[in-house]
């Protein structure tokens, strides 16, 4: 997959955003920073909590490290996340083009069964989750609103 290329045009962007929340934060200092405030957490922190929440929502499925499955496609790997639906999908029909596309499709249909079980905020970190698998690091936690700065496939 081609995911590596791409992080150049996003990552700045994404920097310049996290350093004007950081300063924001040392002007005004920290009044409203519940430390589970999800916005507090890094990427890395985020991954972990997707990790988790990928392992009991879509493993089954998909397969413990997003190998994929004779039940599902892989999530992880060689060909994951592919811009065109292949031919043998069966729900999906728009493209994958940033991590906001992939989000979208998440959002209404997976998990498969029960799309709803789910809830927003942990689909994101199961998104980080799986970019991160696939050797995608950003600099700020994956957001509703930076989703669509990430791109896959150009
Ligand atoms: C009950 C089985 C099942 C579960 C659980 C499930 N999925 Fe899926 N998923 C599928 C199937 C089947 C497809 C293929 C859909 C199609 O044919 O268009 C799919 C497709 C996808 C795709 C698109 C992959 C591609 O290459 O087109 C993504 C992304 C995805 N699932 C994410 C998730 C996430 C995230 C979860 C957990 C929140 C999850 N799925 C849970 C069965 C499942």
Redesign the pocket.
Known sequence: MRLLGMMATSRSLLVSRYLVASALGASFGCVACASDNPSDRTFAQQVEAGGE??GV??????GDSGQGTA?????VGDG???KE??A??????NE?GTAAD?FA??DE??????PDS?SRA??VD??AF?LSANGVELDAPLTLENAADVVLHE
């Open positions: 929440l990928y929502r879509c493993a089954e499925c998909h039940d599902a496609p892989r999530l994951a996340l592919p639906p292949p043998e999908r069966e729900v999906r029909t994958f992939v499709f998440v249909y997976m998990p498969a069964t029960a789910v942990e689909k199961i998104l799986a």
